[in-house]
């Protein structure tokens, strides 16, 4: 770490491969420190989906958390208020500005919201797309924006990639479900497009803590524009790369590579936190002594502000190439779990309990294995135990809590080394 920065790579592998092998895994660890002043420029923009499924206690508990959350604004940030329906209604303040955070901006902005009143339909592409539009207007801020949604999109679908598309880089979004017609696979893609988070608030009281949390969050942010840029040698491969910690994310997709065979990964906003990252890499065939180096840089702004090496190194000597890093192995055994969870709600989907219950009791024994135990806890509301080591899915296994535990499949947890250094071992939002 340099003072100058804050950032922080250390890396956790076992360098060495037998003869014949030319992949290897290694888990990279990114710090951030902020100095005490550094308080970033942040937009906070509230969408609250209004379609007439929201009637009821959904609409007034949307109303009290979207207040809640403008608590957490700092004076010297922005805001801005969207009401979603067939089309995005700005609230507060209009015209597509944004807000400054003084009391007399928030009080107006909750007299907004108590007048405001149901609408029609989901079209949360649109309400992202005018998310993006007032975040624009103040480009030097960092842009979040915190959905509220109880249903599914119902654009059609070409519009909706669009509108997607048009927001990429221009936020970050925390989208949150409640009720149970919204769809876990559309939240997820959001969260994984803007580097956020999805969550099921399933009992509505508790709404205008998960507001206030996400919000504070976003407050929290102190540089944005933060990318991992890895350089290997020719012939060198990148076969995966995943956020690991704390929340799960496959960032391979989103490289973008440049010249001199670098591959750049945008890692969004950062506050004061740890993030953990899993890599597959596969090397060029080598023979027995040599050494082959992959170079990691954290790059803002065009300038590295930390730096590591992933080294390969071959040896024929079994006792060096056959250990395996704690680290390493606590996350692949954490993705394979996760996995294991998805497979197993699809499987639930399809009505087919038998492979279901496979998928998930394996998924337990994952959880458990790395000591995640909210997630270890939201499996086994899904399941009925015989006490004799049988299990079945639960005859009153619903929506809901499928739901549950697909968020909470989200969530990981630090590996062994981390935790032996105080850290909390419960996953957490990033």
């Known amino acids: 770490m340099t003072d100058q920065t804050g950032f922080a790579i250390s890396v956790a592998q076992n360098p060495y491969l037998p003869p014949d092998e030319t992949t290897m895994y290694a888990v990279a660890t990114v710090e951030f420190a902020p100095a005490e002043e550094t308080r970033?420029?942040?937009?906070?923009?509230?969408?609250?989906?209004?379609?007439?499924?929201?009637?009821?206690?959904?609409?007034?508990?949307?109303?009290?958390?979207?207040?809640?959350?403008?608590?957490?604004?700092?004076?010297?940030?922005?805001?801005?208020?969207?009401?979603?329906?067939?089309r995005a209604t700005e609230l507060y303040p209009g015209g597509g500005r944004l807000a400054g955070g003084s009391e007399e901006h928030k009080e107006a902005a909750a007299r907004a919201i108590d007048a405001m009143k149901l609408g029609s339909a989901t079209s949360i592409g649109a309400w992202l797309r005018r998310a993006a539009d007032i975040a624009a207007t103040r480009p030097a801020a960092i842009g979040h924006v915190l959905l509220l949604t109880d249903g599914q999109v119902n654009q059609l679908p070409s519009v909706y990639d669009t509108d997607l598309d048009y927001c990429k880089g221009k936020f970050a979004c925390d989208a949150i479900g409640i009720g149970t017609g919204w769809n876990a696979?559309?939240?997820?893609?959001?969260?994984?497009?803007?580097?956020?988070?999805?969550?099921?608030?399933?009992?509505?009281?508790?709404?205008?803590?998960?507001?206030?949390?996400?919000?504070?969050?976003?407050?929290?942010?102190?540089?944005?524009?933060?990318?991992?840029?890895?350089?290997?040698?020719?012939?060198?491969?990148?076969?995966?790369?995943?956020?690991?910690?704390?929340?799960?994310?496959?960032?391979?997709?989103?490289?973008?590579?440049?010249?001199?065979?670098?591959?750049?990964?945008?890692?969004?906003?950062?506050?004061?936190?740890?993030?953990?990252?899993?890599?597959?890499?596969?090397?060029?065939?080598?023979?027995?002594?040599?050494?082959?180096?992959?170079?990691?840089?954290?790059?803002?702004?065009?300038?590295?502000?930390?730096?590591?090496?992933?080294?390969?190194?071959?040896?024929?000597?079994?006792?060096?190439?056959?250990?395996?890093?704690?680290?390493?192995?606590?996350?692949?055994?954490?993705?394979?779990?996760?996995?294991?969870?998805?497979?197993?709600?699809?499987?639930?989907?399809?009505?087919?309990?038998?492979?279901?219950?496979?998928?998930?009791?394996?998924?337990?024994e994952h959880a458990e294995q790395v000591g995640n135990r909210d997630q270890a806890e939201s499996i086994r509301e899904f399941l009925d135990f015989d006490g004799r080591g049988n299990a079945t899915i639960r005859t009153d296994a619903s929506g809901g809590r499928a739901l549950w535990l697909a968020t909470r499949g989200d969530y990981t947890v630090h590996t062994p080394s981390s935790r032996e250094a105080g850290d909390d071992e419960e996953g957490g939002g990033s």
């Open 185 to 364: 696979e559309e939240l997820g893609r959001i969260a994984r497009l803007f580097h956020g988070t999805r969550e099921y608030c399933r009992d509505l009281p508790d709404l205008a803590d998960f507001f206030t949390a996400a919000s504070e969050r976003a407050m929290g942010k102190a540089v944005d524009g933060i990318e991992l840029v890895v350089k290997g040698p020719k012939g060198f491969e990148l076969k995966g790369l995943w956020q690991a910690y704390p929340v799960e994310r496959d960032l391979l997709p989103g490289g973008r590579e440049s010249a001199g065979r670098r591959t750049a990964f945008d890692l969004g906003a950062w506050g004061a936190e740890r993030r953990q990252y899993l890599m597959e890499l596969a090397f060029p065939a080598t023979g027995t002594g040599y050494r082959r180096d992959v170079r990691l840089e954290l790059v803002r702004r065009g300038e590295a502000v930390a730096g590591g090496l992933v080294s390969a190194q071959w040896t024929d000597n079994p006792a060096e190439s056959e250990a395996f890093h704690p680290d390493v192995v606590h996350h692949r055994t954490q993705l394979a779990g996760i996995e294991h969870i998805r497979r197993g709600l699809r499987y639930w989907h399809e009505r087919n309990p038998a492979a279901a219950t496979h998928q998930l009791l394996t998924a337990l």
């Open 40 to 86: 970033a420029d942040v937009a906070e923009i509230i969408v609250i989906d209004r379609s007439g499924s929201m009637a009821g206690p959904k609409f007034e508990e949307a109303k009290r958390a979207a207040k809640a959350a403008l608590g957490a604004v700092r004076a010297d940030a922005s805001f801005a208020l969207i009401a979603g329906g067939t």
